[in-house]
């Protein structure tokens, strides 16, 4: 996972897999940045071609610790598979998302 | 909150030529070849969860082959199925850090694939597993719920020798 800062908003962009490996590591890296009061988040998807529930259940993390501390997180680029299975667990209306990390940016702004 | 691409996906490939069969699956041409007879593949590993994603692909991929198809809503499901079931055998199964074994089973026949997982740790009752709390969701708990919306059968059972047999089937559509 890379994760990037650029005018106040932190992009983290997830590898090929978000899975059950990946997961605690998402969820404590968010946790940092909530610590360090960096509110603004943006998950960049675009790598990401396989996410199962152990995926979702790290990201509901995330968005719960920024929002805890008056943050917000955006879900930016999702592949297909991902679309799906937000839709299939209701999470599509739970998260924000975008079909680019621009769009998601400019929604911090608004 | 939620918005469809406006931008072409690279996984928006076409289907493979190929002898199909013709079925539709959700509208699409499902373009897989039927296999003539059952092929069952047996692997006993450590659940370890390093080999979650290696055997993943293997799955993933001896279906591709097999049954020579590029569906990716089909694929997509049973690599699914497959990483959710083996992931809470690691973790709910064995959940200390003496891991026991996996021994998997993989069944691709004329009309379905079957998984069959044995496992010797701790059982559970999936009639008992809470439904999915869709105003409220939590961090996990949704493995066994998913798994029942992406296969056709699922069937858990416990023998009196501490084994644990989970078995999913994914029925293909009907050949014409």
Not at chain 1, 3 to 22: C, Y
Not at chain 2, 12 to 33: A, F, H, I, V
Not at chain 2, 92 to 101: L, M
Not at chain 2, 143 to 150: H, S, Y
Request: net charge negative; charged share 35%; proline share 6%.
């Amino acid at each position: 996972m890379e994760v990037q800062e650029k005018d106040g908003i932190t992009t983290i962009t997830t590898d090929e897999r978000l899975d059950a490996v990946v997961a605690p590591q998402l969820k404590d890296m968010v946790k940092k940045l909530a610590e360090e009061q960096k509110m603004k988040l943006i998950i960049d998807l675009a790598q990401t071609r396989f996410i199962d529930s152990s995926g979702c259940g790290a990201l509901v993390a995330s968005l719960r610790a920024l929002l805890k501390n008056n943050g917000d997180m955006k879900i930016a680029r999702p592949s297909p598979q991902a679309k799906t299975l937000f839709q299939l667990t209701r999470l599509h209306r739970v998260f924000e998302i975008f079909d680019d990390v621009e769009g998601a940016r400019s929604s911090f702004k608004s | 909150m939620w918005r469809e691409p406006d931008r072409p996906s690279s996984r928006d490939r076409k289907q493979k030529e190929g002898p199909t069969k013709g079925s539709p699956l959700n509208d699409r041409p499902l373009g897989y070849t039927s296999m003539e007879k059952d092929i069952t593949i047996r692997i006993e590993a450590p659940a370890d969860i390093v080999l979650l994603r290696p055997l993943d692909i293997l799955v993933r991929n001896l279906v591709e082959q097999l049954l020579r198809t590029s569906h990716d809503k089909l694929l997509d499901e049973l690599e699914l199925a497959f990483n959710e079931a083996y992931t809470n055998i690691y973790r709910h199964a064995y959940p200390s850090e003496d891991k026991g074994k996996i021994s998997l089973e993989i069944r691709i026949g004329p009309n379905e694939l079957e998984f069959r997982f044995e496992d010797e740790g701790l059982n559970f009752d999936p009639e008992r597993v809470a439904p999915p709390d869709f105003e409220n969701p939590g961090e996990g708990g949704l493995g066994v719920w998913i798994i029942r919306q992406v296969m056709d059968e699922y069937d858990y059972s416990s023998d009196d020798k501490g084994r644990n047999i989970l078995r999913l089937i994914k029925r293909f559509p009907a050949a014409e």
